[in-house]
C-alpha cells in the first residue's frame, strides 16, 4: 500500500456501513471508562497509525501500535469528545491497494472548546471486523471563533454617510499596515510561502499579524534565483490558502511567476507586510516578553509581539567548502543562491559542485547556453522523473480530485514513518526508471538506491533530483561526471581532484547545501533559541521537531517547509497561536 488516498471503487464492500459502525466503536472506545488497551485493541489493526492535530494535548503526536495508541487514550481525557458523525459532505472510498481492501473516509465531531474533523482508513482484521490501519485527529475549529472567510468574509463599507470621511480603504489599510498605534499580536519573520500562509491564517482568525521581510521586495527569495527554476511540483499541490491559481497557469510554475503571485497573494489578502527591513533583532526578556527591532526605510521601529514566528526558510547561510587555492582562482566563483543564469557562459567552461537538484538544474543551464559543463557529484543521487513523480497527485490534488481541505487531510493522515516504510521498497521505482537508470548505467553517474524523496528530506539524506532534463544530457555525454573524487586544490584557471585529475574552469557553482537551521534561528532570536536541542528532526515519535508545533521556548515557533506542506500546517500552527490567546491551553 503505496497512496495516500484510495481511488479505485471495489462495490462488494459496503464502505459507508463499515465507516459508519467503526466511527461508533471509535465514539464508544474514547468516552467510555474502558482501558486504553482495551481500546486499542477493539479500534486499530496491531500495526495501526494514530496521527493527532492537537485534539489530544494541543501539540503533534504520532502513536504507532497498539501500546502507543492505549498509553496516549490512557494518559489524555477524551471524555468529552462528542456529536461523531460521519461527514457526509465528503466521499467515502473503497479501494484496492496492493490486493488489500481499504475503507476510507472522512467524520466530525466536538468537544466544548474545539470542533474536530478525523479521516481514517479501515482495514479488515481477518475476521470480518473493520478497524483503523491509519487514523488523523485535527482539531478543525475553535468555538465561538468563525474564519472569516466565504459566508462569514468582512462586510466592507457600511451604507452609512460619514461627515470629512477619508477615503475608507486606503487609511484603513495604511493604518493596519503601519501599526502606528499598537504592537502585531504575533510578527512573522520571513514573507515567502511559509511566512504569508501563517499570516493569512492568523488574519481571518482575528488575529493582528505583521510579517518582516529583508528583501526589497516581496517574492525576491524565489525572483533572485536562477533563472531556469521552476517549481517541480505540478500547481495542483502548490496551492496557497484561500486563493487558487488561474486556470490558464502553467502545471510546473517558474520561479519568476510564483514569486509575483507571492507579491499578489499578499496585496489580495490584506496581509501586512514591511519589506526592506534590515538590522532586525529579537529578543525574549526573562519573564517571556518578546521584543522585535528592525529598521525599515532608515527608521528603527521597535514592536512587542505575544508571539514570534520564524519563516525563514530550512536553510542556514550557504555552505562553500574551503578549497586551498581558490583565493587564486582567476575565474567567478558563486553558491547556487546566487547563481544568476547560464546566459553569457557560451564557450565557457563551468564547474557545478553537488548532486541535488540546484545542481542538475544549473548544469543543465550551463550546457543549454553553450558550456562546456563538469558536474562533481560528490555522493550519489536518487533520480526522479518529474513526471513520474506528479503522479502522485492524480486524482488528489488535480482537477479530478476532491476539495483541497479533504486532498490535505488524507495527504497528511500518513504519518511520516509510515511513509518511510513504504517507500523503502525501491522495486517499483527502479522499474518505472528502467531506461533512464540503464542509459545513466553506461555513465560515471552514481545512482543512489534506498527511500523516496520525502523519505530523504524527511531524514536528512536529500541527495535526490527531480528530472527536468540534465539526466538527458549526462547520459549523452554533454554533461561530463566528476564523481566521488573530491576538489584537492584550485589554480587560476582549473581545479585539481584527489585523483589528480585536473579540471579547466572559468566558472565554479557550488551547489554544496546551507548551514544547520538551528544556526540560522539563533542568527535571528539569538540566545532566546538557547532552549531548542532539536529543529526538524524526527522525533521518537516520528514526528517533526519543533516546527508547526510549540518549540521548548514559549511563544516562538518556526514555519517552514514546501508550498504543500505551509499550506496544511499554517493552519495548525495558526490554531495553536488563537487558542493560547483565547486561554484554551
Known sequence: MTSTMPVEVDRSVDGSAEL?????????????????????????VEAGWWRDMLTLSWDVRTFAGWGAVAAALDAHDTSGWTAFAVDTGSDVTVADESGTTVVAGFFTFGTSEIHGRGFVRLLDDGSGTWKAWTLLTQVDGLRGVDEQVGARRPRGLEPVAVDGRECWWDAHRDAEIEFAESDPEVVVVGAGQAGLAVAARLRVLGVPTLVLESHDRIGDGWRKRYPCLTLHDPIWAN?????????????FMPRSKFAAWLEAYAENLDLNVWTGCVDTEISRSAAGEWTVRTIRGGVERVLFPRDVVLATGLNGTPNIPEIEGMAGFGGTVTHSSTFAGGQGWKG?????????????????????????????????????????????????????????????????????????QLTSDQTPWRN?????????????????????????????????????????????????????????????????FADGDTVPADLVVFATGYGSIRDAVRDVVGAAADGIESIHELDDEGELTSVWRPSAVPGLWIMLGNIQMVRYYSRILALQIKARQLGLV
Not at 496551492?239 to 502545471?251: K, N, S
Open 239 to 251: 496551492r496557497l490558502p484561500y486563493l487558487d491559481y488561474p486556470e490558464t497557469w502553467p502545471v
Open 20 to 44: 459508519g459502525s467503526w466511527l461508533r466503536r471509535f465514539a464508544d472506545g474514547v468516552s467510555e471508562s474502558a482501558s486504553g488497551a482495551t481500546a486499542a485493541e477493539s479500534l486499530f
Open 348 to 420: 565557457k567552461r563551468a564547474v557545478v559542485v553537488g548532486a541535488g537538484t540546484s545542481a542538475h538544474d544549473i548544469a543543465q543551464d550551463l550546457c543549454e547556453q553553450g558550456a562546456e559543463v563538469t558536474l562533481v557529484q560528490r555522493s550519489g543521487t536518487l533520480p526522479v522523473s518529474r513526471d513520474i513523480a506528479a503522479l502522485a497527485y492524480v486524482g488528489k490534488f488535480d482537477e479530478a480530485g476532491p476539495p483541497l481541505a479533504d486532498a490535505d487531510m488524507a495527504w497528511n493522515s500518513m504519518p511520516w514513518n509510515l511513509l518511510i
Open 432 to 496: 518505472a526508471h528502467a531506461e533512464l537508470l540503464d542509459a545513466l548505467g553506461r555513465t560515471d553517474y552514481k545512482v543512489e538506491y534506498g527511500g523516496g524523496i520525502m523519505a530523504r528530506y524527511l531524514t536528512g539524506v536529500n541527495g535526490y533530483y527531480l528530472d527536468v532534463g540534465a539526466l538527458g544530457l549526462i547520459a549523452d555525454g554533454r554533461i561530463r561526471v566528476k564523481q566521488g573524487v573530491a576538489i584537492a586544490s584550485a589554480g587560476v584557471d582549473s581545479l585539481t
